[in-house]
């Protein structure tokens, strides 16, 4: 459904873009992961005709959006990261706007189509409430429903639960989930959670490339701790304890979060014992420890960093 060859986008000497290529197909959910400044949002805005790239092609149904942007813009739902909703109008206002622009000839057509996403995107509730009086929830429901409203096979969603309470959060990804049985999708997210619980597939770009490719479960094959270590402490000074931990020469880094202390061997080895002697040896005294899997957010730091 989506095809992007050897994409390229340069503002000036910078390349924002850097000869990116990949491919996404209805059913597919691909999380687009990287740091900021990666060139996500560009090659986004490249997919969906809003930037026109230096180089390189994107064919969306077999299309080229840069020779057939209006055929191309029929069939992709764009949620760009804080869309624009005019918030003077109620919801309903709004959708019917977007449903003018979208080219809903028919009224009961396009009262059907409202109706849907409003029952899809759970804004009945609001739905003849002004948008600039609604939570960030509801407006980023509001930014999903614009895009979905002609039911477009392909959908490009940036950052679509940012801002959102775990509740929230729930409620879009569900959505998603639902749709993404006859859509191509492509979401970026800088929430990895997200790309377990959402994503068949995962690209990670960097300084413009891709540097990854692959299943979220293969992805997560690549870290090289086969644990990390959850220590509490009775009394300590965390970061006497994160500063000596550390130079032991088997630490691959040690990090405090959440008041806890969290350790990662190098060259997956066992670093359990070593750590409880040299906790044992300076007197940190442990109220707990735990071992737990390394997750996607070592794994992208290590691609990454």
């Given at each position: 459904m989506i095809e992007v060859q050897s994409l390229h986008k340069r503002y000036g000497t910078i390349n924002a873009v850097n000869g990116v290529n990949f491919e996404v197909n209805r059913g597919e959910i691909l999380g687009f992961l990287g740091p900021n400044g990666a060139g996500k949002s560009t090659t986004m805005k490249m997919i969906t005709g809003f930037v026109r790239p230096t180089s390189g092609t994107v064919l969306v149904d077999g299309l080229d959006v840069q020779e057939h942007s209006v055929p191309v813009k029929e069939r992709i739902g764009y949620m760009p990261e804080n869309g624009p909703i005019y918030g003077e109008m109620t919801v309903v206002e709004f959708?019917?706007?977007?449903a003018d622009i979208r080219g809903f000839s028919d009224p009961t057509q396009k009262e059907d189509a409202i109706d849907h996403v409003c029952d899809l995107c759970r804004l009945n509730s609001v739905r003849h409430q002004s948008i600039e009086t609604l939570s960030k929830g509801y407006k980023q429901r509001v930014g999903f429903a614009q895009a979905v409203l002609h039911d477009p096979p392909a959908l490009i969603l940036d950052e679509p639960t940012d801002g959102l309470d775990p509740n929230q959060k729930k409620e879009v990804r569900k959505i998603i989930r639902a749709m993404a049985k006859d859509k191509a999708i492509v979401l970026s997210t800088h929430i990895l959670e997200e790309v377990t619980a959402l994503c068949t597939r995962v690209i990670i770009i960097a300084n413009g490339k891709v540097i990854a490719d692959e299943s979220p479960e293969s992805l997560l094959q690549r870290n090289k701790h086969f644990n990390a270590l959850c220590i509490r402490f009775e009394e300590a000074d965390l970061e006497v304890v994160k500063k000596g931990i550390k130079e032991l020469p088997e630490i691959a880094n040690a990090e405090i979060n959440?008041?806890?202390?969290?350790?990662?061997?190098?060259?997956?080895?066992?670093?359990?014992?070593?750590?409880?002697?040299?906790?044992?040896d300076n007197e940190w005294a442990i109220s707990h420890f735990e071992k737990r899997p390394v997750g996607l957010d070592e794994v992208f730091w290590e691609l990454t960093a």
């Open positions: 959708l019917n706007f977007i959440d008041g806890a202390l969290e350790v990662f061997p190098k060259n997956k080895q066992s670093i359990d014992n070593l750590i409880l002697k040299t906790c044992r």
